[in-house]
């Protein structure tokens, strides 16, 4: 049924399709259309990554529940995890309209959102309706546009401590390209340095709330080796639990020719595919299985996944490859690689 749905979409605006089939999804869930669709599968294959127990490998990567409001929706599909955002201190629109678009020959796309979401204090609201989701929940974080670099630590600080008591593991978004300046923070000494503050804090709130939280970093696909052999030594230095590799990129290898090529944003799906790899790999070689990695960028098949895990990634993120794909790539990637 998918591709007759996936056609319907797609004839309409890329983000008013976006936000009609999470609606879909909400209310079909809600009716308990999902549950006939997609009953409940048994967990065969749970693995142990950052303390945390994940029913399978396979998650959705943070952007496409934006609001953390289709959580039991989307974990009825499948995923063994599922991670929301990026959240920020405070509401935020976004960019200017239009803002992601399709590229469709190359089951692609381009956004350039800018963390558009509802704030913390509403986002932790959202987790904590969820009602039947027994699956991991990440929480993908970030700084508010208007936050100056040098005051970034304060907006992290704000959203860790948020997130805290509902959140499974806390991501750390440095790395899109959509936010001016952002990944700046990316550089070596600018990481340490918000690594320490969130170690620290994260201390107090393990006592705070009788848990450990996880704390994971995301990085960029376009980091040079000499950028990724640097941070490979703070993330070890600072105590990191997790590395997500990685974001969108903003190269534009494989999409050339495409019309849409020269729109600002992330690019998403196959073409960055063999960047993000070259990143796991370079990350795995240098920590040594001391971080776990968690691949993500251009998974569009099961082969695809098999080299993510062969370069050193412990579990799997889809995002682009789902809007294209749908539930049946979720099924095969969970049943095919658990």
């Known amino acids: 049924m998918y591709p007759l749905f996936r056609d319907l979409l797609f004839r309409l605006n890329a983000e008013t399709a976006h936000h009609f089939s999470l609606a879909s999804l909400r209310l079909m869930e809600k009716s308990g259309l999902l549950r006939l669709l997609f009953p409940a599968a ?27 409001n289709t959580i039991d929706a989307l974990g009825r599909l499948g995923f063994g995890f599922i991670e929301i955002g990026t959240i920020t201190p405070r509401p935020q629109a976004g960019n200017p309209k239009p803002r992601l678009f399709r590229l469709i020959e190359e089951e692609s796309i381009i956004n350039r959102m800018g963390f558009n979401n509802p704030g913390m204090e509403q986002g932790v609201l959202n987790v904590r309706g969820t009602r039947d989701y027994a ?21 992290y600080l704000q ?3 948020a997130a805290y008591p509902v959140a499974d593991y806390v991501t750390v978004n440095l790395s899109s390209p959509n936010t001016p300046g952002l990944r700046d923070l990316q550089n070596a000494e600018s990481t340490a340095k918000l690594l320490a503050t969130l170690k620290a804090d994260q201390k107090l709130l393990q006592q705070q709330h009788g848990k450990y939280v996880p704390i994971a970093f995301k990085v960029a696909p376009d980091l040079a080796d000499d950028h990724i052999d640097a941070l490979a030594e703070v993330f070890l230095a600072g105590g990191l639990d997790g590395l997500i590799a990685t974001n969108t990129t903003l190269s534009r290898v494989g999409v050339e020719h495409h019309p849409l090529h020269a729109q600002a944003g992330g690019l998403s799906g196959p073409p960055v595919k063999t960047l993000s790899t070259h990143v796991i790999r370079r990350f795995a070689t240098r920590l040594q299985g001391r971080i776990p990695i968690i691949g993500v960028g251009g998974i569009s098949s099961v082969a695809d996944a098999r080299e993510k895990l062969d ?8 995002y682009t490859s789902f809007i294209y794909q749908g539930p049946p790539l979720v099924r095969d990637l969970v049943n095919i690689i658990g």
Do not use: H, Y
């Open 311 to 318: 370069a050193g990634a412990t579990l799997l993120q889809i």
């Open 135 to 155: 699956g991991i929940i990440g929480f993908n974080i970030g700084k508010n546009k208007d936050t100056p670099n040098e005051k970034a630590d304060d907006d």
């Open 42 to 68: 048994e967990c065969i294959s749970p693995v142990e990554v950052m303390g945390l127990k994940f029913p399978n490998r396979i998650g959705l990567a943070a952007g496409l529940d934006k609001e953390g």
């Open 159 to 161: 959203c860790l401590r």
